[in-house]
């Protein structure tokens, strides 16, 4: 957990599950892959179950974190939250039972906001009736090329306040990227001693189409070795759009009342 993060479009980090497995390419250089060997190396205690070698790594295997749960009611002050920073809430190892006290610890607390992000759309959609979806949890799906943008029509099955697309690493043109029903698109290229450099057409096709589809447009970062190397201005300015919530979930009635 972190009080304070460097994501540009976030405050704070929640991590009550970590680990997690490389599904597609998006995935090659997966910094949190990374940084869970790091910590293992340093002694954390959360990181030192390792994932499976072809898909993990030391560190990164899946784990749910009973002592986690509670840390965003201790929260006094408002924060947005990035939750699973260190992980993917809707990986198959991690059970039914403990998605939803994630999100009913989220219902309690409302007075933060809290952005979810996976490239598991499809658990995501089948899942997406039984849990709570208040306005405060905004839920995103990782499209990082064409051959991902069915995460969106999975996406658009979740009755999320906010339904977000995080295009980073871009690793290709999203030409046909459908955005009817998305709020808020994060776009970035990647960063890291081995990065993909994005082209810059695909990062203006993005905000193009974001602009004419009225979706809130962010642009994070050009990436290169290290996050900021390449800077965040696109056409001599900065993106940094956020999205408005709004409501697209129906809380249950309680039986016996009324």
């Known amino acids: 957990m972190a009080d304070k993060s460097s994501i540009e479009w976030t405050e704070a980090t ?21 940084l869970a060997k790091r910590l293992k190396a340093m002694g954390n205690p959360k990181y030192q179950l390792d994932g499976d070698p072809r898909t993990s790594g ?32 809707f990986h198959a190892r991690v059970p039914d039972e403990f998605i939803r006290r994630v999100f009913d610890v989220m219902a309690e ?16 959609a089948r899942l997406a009736g039984t849990l709570p979806w208040p306005e405060n949890v905004w ?34 043109p999203l030409d046909d990227l459908d955005l009817d029903g998305i709020d808020w698109l994060i776009a970035g290229g990647e960063s890291g001693p081995n990065h993909r450099p994005a082209d810059p057409l695909w990062i ?19 990436g290169g070795r290290t996050p900021k190397a390449g800077g965040r201005l696109l056409g001599g300015r900065t993106f940094d759009e956020m999205p408005v919530a709004r409501s697209r979930w129906t809380e249950p009635a309680l039986v016996g009342q009324g």
Not at 14 to 34: E, F, H, M
Not at 205 to 219: N, P, T
């Open 204 to 222: 203006d096709g993005l905000r193009a189409a974001c602009g004419d589809a009225g979706v809130a447009f962010f642009f994070k970062q050009w």
């Open 14 to 34: 929640w991590n009550p599950t970590t680990g997690c497995d490389r599904i597609t390419s998006g995935c090659d250089n997966c910094y949190a892959l990374t």
């Open 58 to 89: 030391p560190g990164f295997g899946v784990q749910t974190h009973e002592d986690a749960l509670d840390v965003p009611k201790r929260w006094a002050a408002p924060r947005v939250v990035f939750v699973n920073s260190m992980s993917d809430l």
């Open 109 to 124: 607390t409302p007075r933060h906001t809290y952005q979810l992000l996976t490239k598991r759309p499809k658990r995501l």
């Open 139 to 172: 839920m995103g799906v990782s499209v990082e090329d064409a051959a991902q943008c069915w995460r969106a029509d999975r996406l658009r099955e979740v009755p999320a306040a906010v339904r977000f697309i995080s295009a980073e690493p871009l690793l290709g």
